[in-house]
Nanobody, 118 residues
Framework: QVQLVESGGGLVQAGGSLRLSCVASGRIFRINAMGWYRQAPGNQREKVAGISSGGSTNYPDSVKGRFTISRDNTKNTLYLQMNSLKPEDTAVYYC????????????WGQGTQVTVSS
């Protein structure tokens, strides 16, 4: 079992910044790639950042240049630095991790709310 716990969400004005953290615990050797999704009410869940076990990153155009994902494997922690936030970034942000051996098996955090006011 792997547990993921997010933190760092909150209320911020447009143009501001937030840094989200996700701490993994349990059988962390099961983790391969990690990343972040977000979901706003009425919207589909959207992947906003991914990072491989080797450190390769990917972002959709909606956040590219504004968000930066990183991981500190010594602390079993995933980060999402969010700059130049926009109201459309408002959502619940979820940390995820892919199992290293089982395709389609993912671990999820409980989510942290990010609200960007205009």
């Amino acid at each position: 079992q792997v547990q993921l716990v997010e933190s760092g969400g909150g209320l911020v004005q447009a143009g501001g910044s937030l840094r989200l953290s996700c701490v993994a615990s349990g059988r962390i050797f099961r983790i391969n790639a990690m990343g972040w999704y977000r979901q706003a009410p009425g919207n589909q869940r959207e992947k906003v950042a991914g990072i491989s076990s080797g450190g390769s990153t990917n972002y959709p155009d909606s956040v590219k240049g504004r968000f930066t994902i990183s991981r500190d494997n010594t602390k079993n922690t995933l980060y999402l630095q969010m700059n130049s936030l926009k109201p459309e970034d408002t959502a619940v942000y979820y940390c995820y991790a892919n199992d290293r051996d089982i395709p389609g098996k993912d671990y999820w955090g409980q989510g942290t709310q990010v609200t960007v006011s205009s």
